[in-house]
């Protein structure tokens, strides 16, 4: 099969190979890839910042096919069924597991698919069937899924949020952004999303469910905020936190603008607020999201489509001032 892979980290290491295709073991699926997100997670993995195995390494942590073979004694799906894959591995019998925390795994670490497995930018990829989830939802749509709108889901629901509190969304127009936008109008809040390019992303976050779009300058004069809910990292941690009010949560799942921050003790206290951590999300939760786009309660931002020979431009594309929503590979 085709794929891309790399030896040693690094984007210009990451080639167009011929590899083996994987044979599904008892309990696992051959999926044919139809199309893969691209993340800043991928990306890191490329690029060494997330250590990556086994070598040659096949990257690609969400994806979206058709179940080519069903290895022995699996049950639920079945050769042909369109699904969307569940990133995190898990034993579905520690105590995180039967409390529903699949991604928090004792047994696996919540290893994630793609970084601790080959992941799915090839024309097929070997994932547990109970990672498989069969869908009748658009493929390039579903495989915005796994990472996008989980990790959002997530966040929205570690907030707590209440019909008619302030939300903010910071990073609004990510791959996890603007799914947060549409999740946090589902609960009820009252949406902003916080942009720097307000006046080139407005439309688009309108049309996800945002009540208004602001700069970070006009969201300081909107304060205070109940929720935010901030993908994105340290960068924005004053902003964020600074705009929280009396009982506020701030709701982080990623460090890419850096990972620490200055934290005001005395007004974490004061004003009672939680700080919050999140990352990728429940096994049931991701049922949940995929049943959301099929109703058309949620859906898709897409920004470009990609053939896999072209996946070293995808993933450059992600850091693309002009993105919003999802690049994809299509193996
Ligand atoms: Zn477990």
């Known amino acids: 099969m085709r794929a891309a892979a790399f030896s040693t980290p690094g984007l210009e290491n990451l080639k167009l190979v ?15 890839v139809k199309y893969a997100g691209v993340n800043p997670l991928d990306y890191n993995v490329v690029a060494g910042a997330v250590k990556a195995s086994p070598m040659p390494h096949i990257p690609g942590s969400e994806f979206a096919g058709v179940v080519e073979e069903a290895g022995p004694g699996v049950t639920g799906v079945s050769r042909g069924d369109p699904v969307v894959v569940y990133n995190r591995l898990y034993c579905g019998h520690c105590r995180q597991c039967l409390t529903g925390w699949t991604q928090m795994c004792e047994v696996t670490g919540g290893g994630i698919i793609g970084i601790v497995t080959q992941g799915g930018y090839a024309e097929y990829a070997v994932v547990p069937a109970k990672n498989a989830v069969a869908t ?17 889901w997530n966040m929205a629901y570690r907030a707590s949020i209440s019909p008619g509190e302030k939300v903010a969304v910071v990073g609004a127009t990510g791959n996890v952004g603007i799914y947060a936008v549409q999740f946090a109008k589902l609960l009820g809040g009252e949406v902003y999303a916080i942009s720097r390019r307000k006046a080139k992303v407005e439309s688009i976050l309108k049309s996800a469910g945002a ?43 990623g460090a890419l603008t850096g990972a620490e921050v200055r934290l005001d003790l005395r007004r974490l206290y004061g004003m009672q607020i939680l700080v919050i951590g999140a990352t990728g999300g429940r ?49």
Request: cysteine-free; hydrophobic content about 45%; glycine content about 8%.
């Open 18 to 32: 011929e590899a083996e295709t994987p044979r599904p073991g008892p309990g696992e699926v051959l999926i044919r």
């Open 211 to 253: 009540d208004a779009v602001l700069t970070p300058d006009e969201a300081k004069s909107a304060a205070p905020f109940d929720v935010v809910l901030d993908p994105t990292g340290s960068a924005s941690w004053d902003l964020s936190f600074g705009v929280l009010g009396r009982g506020g949560r701030y709701v982080t799942a």
């Open 283 to 331: 096994r049931a939760d991701f049922n949940t999201v995929v049943r959301l786009l099929e109703a058309g309660r949620i859906k898709a931002f897409l920004h470009n489509v990609y053939p896999l020979a072209d996946v070293r431009k995808a993933l450059e594309e992600l850091r693309s001032p002009e993105r919003v929503g999802k690049v994809l590979i299509a193996p």
């Open 136 to 152: 009748r939802a658009d493929l390039k749509e579903a495989a915005t899924l796994p990472i996008g709108a989980l990790t959002a």
